[in-house]
């Protein structure tokens, strides 16, 4: 295997401000790449940027506007090469709506289809043709097991992330004769919050943020060159478990 090393890529990264999205942003700097860090915590992200000496680009990934912005300042460092969406959560926890589907107000919904699917698109749209351009690059969305469990409460995150499943295919189908790659990493529990430790995994634990972060960097690097289309399920085996079913009338109690 070849060592990672990013020297000369330029990264774009959403929900970059906390998380997944910020460890990513941080390995993609530590090992030589340029890094656009996007998200709408303007605060928190410019005190990591500036850790970092990246660049910020504040916004919310519902607006087209942010993606272009994005766009504009990868073309200005030479093009973007890879494009890691972790910009996302479920509407229900992110909306403090804890109520069943039915009963979700229509902004909810809004917020969890806009965010968790189209903010992906509308950052794969404005930056691939950069990739193309360069003749390479590579788009790595954080999808979900929600994507293949469903939720009755959140049921907008489940159902945008396993539209990203599908997106990825017709992304590689797209840029596959450009060597452009598209793929999903879908994780199970990760400690980027306390409360995962909760949630069931075969192995009994839930995720260190590294554990995702080295397979995002792995996707995203010339080792992977082979890969695309395709969704890898970092979970601890939480999708090989059987769960009784949770009406979403007792999760909202
Ligand atoms: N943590 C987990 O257990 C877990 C499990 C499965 C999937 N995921 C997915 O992985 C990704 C990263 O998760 P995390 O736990 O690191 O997230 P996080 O909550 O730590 O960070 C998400 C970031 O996205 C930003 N964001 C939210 N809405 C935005 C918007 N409209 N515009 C711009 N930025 C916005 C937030 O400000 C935040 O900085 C998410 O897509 C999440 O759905 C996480």
Known sequence: MKDIDFTGKVAVVTGAASGMGLMTAQEFARLGAKVVMCDCAEAQLRREVEKLKSIACVGDVREFAHAEAAAKIAASLGGCDILVTCAGGNEARCCKSNVPFYEQPVEVIDWGLDVNLKGAVYFARALMPQMVAKKGGVICCLGSVTGFEGDGVGTMYGT????????????????????????????????????????????????????????????????????TGSNHVVDGGRLCMYRPFVAPKEVAK
């Open 160 to 227: 945008a992330k396993s539209g990203l499943f599908n997106f990825v295919k017709g992304l590689a189908l797209a840029g596959g004769p450009h060597n452009v790659r598209a793929l999903c990493v879908t994780p199970g529990p990760v400690l980027t919050r306390a409360a995962m430790s909760g949630m069931p995994t075969a192995l009994g634990r839930a995720a260190e943020t590294h554990e995702l972060v080295d397979v995002i960097l792995f996707m995203c690097s010339e080792n992977a060159s082979f890969i």
